[in-house]
Structures are given as structure tokens and as C-alpha cells.
């Protein structure tokens, strides 16, 4: 406990040749003071919530071996956006072209513009949106991408690897510069 010391000695006597009375120095003993900061730091740390990460929800379709079970997609509904580098984003409506004359390019803060043309120009139940990230795109395209999804109040959207042919229109784009 904290304990404090002020004796001063008996009488005050004054005048020569009387010795003077020791003054002890005042003391406090904090060990108590130190104890009671750690069980108020393990109080705050014990009942303190931890944040809770923050997530996407995903709901991705059952995988099926036969092809005839798999989820159809209409031409007209489907919208395709290729992820670059640089926050470019390349896309086409339908099947893409083998002269890739149907391919646009667009920034990740354009795209917007143009998911909500393709929302308001075709019915809710055939419009797809597939996602396709190239080698070169980053982590932060793809969530970006994914919160257009959310944004837009688009309800069906695919995350798909890009094929080859794909993947090589991109880099050709990204090192053109278009």
C-alpha cells in the first residue's frame, strides 16, 4: 500500500546547540497504481469487440459435368469487361468478334457509363456481366469491377478466367496505348 513517512521528530526546540530533527523525504509507492493499469488495459482489451472484416458475399452456381445443366446465357444480355493494366478495361456485348472490331476500351471510373447503358437496354433476367481479369491487372481492378456490380444493382455477374485469345487482344491494347 502507499504508506507515507512524516515524522519530524518530538518537540520543536529551538536555539543553539540543539540539534535539528531529520525531515524524512515524503514517499509514495506506486506499485499499486501500476497494477491497477494493467487490469484496467486487460478490462478494455477483454471487452473491447474486434472489427469484423468486411467481405463480399459471393454466390457462385453449382459446378455441373454435364454441359446441358449449365446456367444459358443469351448473346444480347451478355456484357464482357477485359481488366488491363493501368486501370484500362476493355469491353464487348454478345461473342466477341475474330477481327475484335466489336472491342472497346474504357477506364475503370468510365465503365460505369457504359454497364448502365447495357442495364437499361436489355431485360433484367438475360443481362450477364463476366468478368475477366488479365495477367497484368491488378487486385484493385477486380474489386473495383465487383463494386460496379454492387453500384449498378447488377444481379448476375461472373468472374471467368480470360482466355487466350483475349488475354492477347489486351496486351497488344495496353502496349498500343488505346
Same mark, same amino acid.
Given at each position: 500500500m502507499a504508506e507515507m513517512d512524516t515524522s519530524g521528530g518530538g518537540g520543536h526546540k $529551538?536555539?543553539?546547540?540543539?540539534k535539528k530533527a531529520k @525531515? /524524512?523525504? #515524503? !514517499?509514495?509507492?506506486? #506499485?499499486?497504481?501500476? *497494477?491497477?493499469? &494493467?487490469?484496467?488495459?486487460? &478490462? &478494455?482489451? &477483454? #471487452? %473491447? =469487440?474486434?472489427?469484423?472484416? %468486411? /467481405?463480399m458475399k459471393l454466390n457462385l452456381p453449382k459446378d =455441373?459435368?454435364?454441359p446441358e445443366e449449365q446456367n444459358k446465357l443469351k448473346e444480347s444480355g451478355a456484357f464482357t469487361m477485359l481488366l488491363g493494366k493501368n486501370n484500362n478495361v476493355y469491353y464487348y456485348e454478345g461473342?466477341?468478334?475474330?477481327?475484335?472490331?466489336?472491342? @472497346?476500351?474504357? #477506364?475503370?471510373?468510365?465503365i460505369r457509363d457504359e454497364i448502365i447503358r447495357k @442495364? !437499361?437496354?436489355?431485360?433484367?433476367? *438475360?443481362?450477364m456481366v463476366v468478368i475477366k /481479369?488479365? +495477367?497484368?491487372? =491488378?487486385? $484493385? +481492378?477486380?474489386? +473495383? /469491377?465487383?463494386d460496379e456490380m454492387t453500384i449498378n444493382d447488377i444481379k448476375r455477374y461472373a468472374l471467368v478466367d480470360i482466355s487466350d485469345v483475349e488475354g492477347q487482344l489486351v496486351n497488344i491494347s495496353d502496349t498500343r496505348g488505346k
Open positions: $529551538k536555539g543553539p546547540g540543539v @525531515k /524524512a523525504s #515524503t !514517499r509514495v509507492d506506486l #506499485t499499486p497504481m501500476v *497494477d491497477l493499469g &494493467f487490469l484496467l488495459i486487460t &478490462f &478494455f482489451i &477483454f #471487452t %473491447t =469487440t474486434m472489427s469484423q472484416p %468486411t /467481405a =455441373t459435368d454435364k461473342q466477341l468478334d475474330p477481327s475484335a472490331s466489336n472491342m @472497346k476500351s474504357s #477506364t475503370m471510373k468510365q @442495364k !437499361r437496354s436489355t431485360p433484367e433476367e *438475360d443481362l /481479369a488479365s +495477367d497484368e491487372s =491488378t487486385y $484493385k +481492378d477486380v474489386v +473495383d /469491377a465487383l
